[in-house]
């Protein structure tokens, strides 16, 4: 199985993708790969991590990890670009991954992410999935309103805005959600985040959890094939029906349908990762906040 991986600043827009590989991702082609068929060529599909220099705290990386694996598993190519400000952006997307960051990292990005927020919601619209945590996550909402009072445009994917506060919502947090079941992960957050209709949540807090705000009981928003969370965690690894969720629509988009061919070598190991995934919510689970 082929597992690629691009920087994007070396694949030119107008110009065939390039591979290369760096550190970080060397390790994640090794780890992913099993005793499967090479995909035809019809079987690729391209991973956006979207500004992982800057957004990229509490184990976020782990996400794009769990997407390569289970893809390569699923007999898909992935090939993973990562985004940073002032890159081109690739040819090809089919998915896209967004980790939380501190408001310094949100600073750096914003210029960048702006200049390219058309092109992020014709992906949106054209249903292209995307998963965005925390600070990604606020930023894909209609405004950010500092504690301060001062109010930072967002790029609108999501009906949802955020108020700055002082007091931080911190802890283990599970969910119940519609979607995809029990969702667990940990919530570490000031900006306090309120859906408008447009938006369903992701799921409704269970327990003592704090979530959107810790008001309404509400936690993360999705809005078609797009989802914003505040669970780190990370949060793919320990909730893999969120995972393939992501990668059938990545192929969806694609190919226009969904066609995994697992050998019994993947499909043991995808066995063995849910037995994992499984334990880790045990675990996770049982925490105190």
Known sequence: MTNETTNVNETAVNEPAETAEPAE????????????????????????????????IYGDSGNVLTIQRRMALY??????????????????????????????????IIKDFFARANLIRELAADGVPMLMICGMYQLFGEYFETS????????????????????????????????????????????????GDGAKPLGKVRG????????????????????????HGSLLPKNPRIADFLIAKAAEHRYGVFDP???PAAREELDRLDRFASEARRVAESRPR
């Open 148 to 195: 301060e009072g001062e109010k930072l445009p967002g790029i609108g994917i999501l009906d949802a805005h955020t108020v700055g506060e002082e007091v931080r919502l911190i802890g283990n947090l599970v969910e119940e959600s519609d979607d995809f079941g029990t969702v667990i992960g940990y919530e570490n957050h000031s900006g306090q985040t309120f859906l």
């Open 75 to 108: 007999g898909y190519e992935p090939v993973t670009h990562y985004y940073n400000q002032g890159d081109q952006w690739p040819i090809e997307v089919d998915l896209i991954l967004g980790g939380g960051g501190q408001d310094t990292g949100q600073k750096k």
């Open 25 to 56: 991702a060397t390790a994640t082609a090794t780890a992913a790969t099993v005793e499967t068929e090479t995909p035809a060529e019809d079987r690729r599909l391209d991973i956006m991590s979207l500004y992982p220099k800057d957004m990229n």
């Open 208 to 231: 003592e959890g704090a979530g959107n705000n810790g008001k309404d009981g509400f936690e993360g928003a999705r809005v078609n094939n797009v989802i914003g969370t505040y669970m």
């Open 261 to 263: 061919q697992v050998t």
